[in-house]
Each structure stands twice: as C-alpha cells, then as structure tokens.
C-alpha cells in the first residue's frame, strides 16, 4: 500500500508571494490533517478535512487554507507568503478522524521563504 | 501557552539500557494520549498510545505511563538500541477533537552502541 505522497518535496518562494502544497492520502483514507513544523514552534495543528469538509482549524492567520476534493486528496495554500512561514509542512492521513493508530504521516514539504 | 511540554530537548543512554522520555500537559480535556518517533527527513511515526482510562499500555520494548492526577506521560525503551536513535513526540488530544493533536517540542534520542 502506497504512503502519504507530499507534493513538491521543497519549495523556495519569496515573500509576498503565494504557494499551493499538495497531499495525497493513503487509499482508503477520508481524514487528512495538516501540521506545521518549525525549531521554535514545533509541531503545530492547521486544519482538518474529511468528506471534502473542513473540521477543525488550527491558530493560524487566514492566509493559511487549504481544501479535499472527492478523491481525499488535499491542497493547503498560504498567501502572501512571510520569512515565519519557512516550515516543514506535514500531511497526515488516517481512514476516519480520531483513528489515530491508522495515522499516518507524509514526509512532508520544505517550504523556504526568503 | 504550551499545553504539551517535552522538558528534556535531547537524551543520551547506553544501548541496552533503559530510556524514559517525559511530557507533561496543562489541559485536563485531553484523553488521549501519542508518541511519535520522527527521523530527519521523514514524517513522524506513530510508536504507541494510551487512552485516560488507562495508566499503563506495552507494545514490545515500548512502554506508555500515564499520572492523569500529575498530567505526566511517560515512554519507556527497553532495550534501548542504536536504531531508536531519533526525535521522539508525544501528542495529546482531547474527545470530539477529531484528529487535531497537540504535540511536545520533541526529545531527541541518541542511544550509544
């Protein structure tokens, strides 16, 4: 069985600009979450889809959104793009939310913003 | 505020000695408990879970405590060996949650051959 694929792998933007991160889910998988990692934050919650709807949302500015289409899969866009948002952006996906055991995360995007 | 608190950024043990890796919390909402191994490059894994109806959950060599009256969790390796080298997370979340965890900043394992 295939893993979470993350869609691109690095990515350099420069500010003010904006960016489109993909996530496809394991088959089968209608949760997928998205996290931010960074040195000072850690790892911290964005959002939540399941059934292309939007359960939970994180502490995060509205420049952070995101989407699921019919086919589970995910985007997460950030718009006008600040140096803060250099992160390690990780997907995860699971069958159902809350079926953390059937969790599994993606290897996620760099994303560089100078 | 941090809710999920690894107060030990880094641990260095001997291989085949035991490992505990601590984490606290503030928010008594959370039942349910994580831990994550995460290697550079790499998502995290999930290793092992405890809900808070339960003090005690073994998987192998992992172990999972949880003190819900001290909001303290703990994960103990043993036998700690070189491969469990990495950075370890706990996560917690509360019920209806759906899955928005809260996790710790991290520990990073290093265990010595």
């Known amino acids: 069985k295939a893993g979470v694929t993350q869609t691109p792998r690095y990515l350099i933007k420069t500010r003010g600009q904006q960016v489109t991160l993909s996530c496809s889910p394991i088959s089968g998988h209608r949760s997928v979450s998205w996290y931010q990692q960074t040195p000072g934050q850690g790892l911290q919650f964005l959002f939540e889809?399941?059934?292309?709807?939007?359960?939970n949302k994180g502490n995060f500015p509205g420049r952070f959104s995101g989407r699921q289409f019919s086919n589970s899969r995910s985007e997460m866009n950030v718009s006008t793009l600040e140096l803060g948002d250099s992160a390690l952006y990780l997907c995860?996906?699971?069958?159902?939310?809350?079926?953390?055991?059937?969790?599994?995360f993606g290897p996620g995007t760099r994303l560089t913003v100078l | 505020d941090q809710q999920v608190k690894q107060n030990s950024p880094s641990l260095s043990v001997q291989e085949g000695r035991i490992s505990i890796l601590n984490c606290d919390y503030t928010?008594?909402?959370?039942?349910?408990f994580l831990w994550y191994k995460k290697y550079p490059a790499e998502g995290p894994t999930f290793l092992i879970s405890?809900?808070?109806?339960?003090d005690k959950n073994e998987d192998g060599r992992f172990t999972v405590f949880l003190n819900k009256s001290a909001k303290h969790l703990s994960l103990h390796i043993v036998p700690s060996q070189p491969g469990d080298s990495a950075v370890y997370f706990c996560a917690a979340s509360a019920a209806n949650a759906g899955n928005m965890l809260t996790f710790g900043g991290g520990t990073r394992l290093m265990v010595k051959p």
């Open positions: 928010n008594s909402m959370f039942d349910y």
């Open positions: 405890i809900s808070s109806i339960k």
């Open positions: 995860a996906s699971s069958p159902f939310p809350g079926s953390y055991n059937e969790q599994f």
């Open positions: 889809y399941f059934s292309e709807t939007q359960r």
